[in-house]
């Protein structure tokens, strides 16, 4: 009889304190009204619309500064596609690389004459053709050949490019 009771008394026990921790969890930090309360919708107020957007041109720079500049980003992008010609190289960034270094390279031929057009037309062809060349190449087969002629064009590209060199054929 008395184990029984005992044992009445821990189920009593037991169930006082579920509830309790019940409640408490409940309540929480929040009020309970604040809890258990819908919060209101935002208001729909009407966003305000741009008619007339302008485009920021940024500053104006000059034939020469521009001409640089895309010169800049060309060498780093075709520096970022040699580093990542190897064999475990990434794929996307071998093909993205390749592909920025073209945009950049008709940058700078929109900024020349036309001799400077068809000096740079014979890099921008072979450069094309690399990049045939490092996007059929999905399993990084031919990469220390892509690499080779990469070397290769970035150093004659340097050295027929240069600002120094183009100078008189900017518009």
Request: hydrophobic share 35%; with cysteine.
């Amino acid at each position: 009889m008395k184990g029984a009771r005992r044992r009445l008394q821990g189920v009593r026990l037991c169930f006082v304190l579920a509830v309790y921790f019940l409640i408490f969890n409940l309540i929480g930090c929040d009020a309970f009204v604040r809890k258990f309360t819908r919060k209101p919708k935002k208001s729909d107020e009407p966003m305000e619309l741009v008619l007339y957007p302008e485009e920021y041109k940024g500053p104006g720079l000059s034939k020469e500064a521009l001409y640089r500049q895309s010169f800049l980003f060309w060498k780093s992008w075709m520096d970022e596609l040699i580093e990542c010609l190897n064999p475990r190289g990434n794929y996307k960034r071998q093909v993205k690389s390749a592909e920025e270094a073209i945009k950049n390279v008709l940058d700078m031929r929109k900024m020349l004459n036309d001799e400077g057009k068809k000096k740079i037309d014979v890099y921008l062809k072979k450069l094309a053709e690399l990049k045939e060349s490092i996007a059929g190449d999905m399993y990084n087969s031919r990469t220390s050949f892509n690499r080779n002629d990469t070397e290769r064009l970035r150093r004659d590209m340097l050295r027929d490019l240069g600002y120094p060199k183009v100078k008189a054929m900017l518009l």
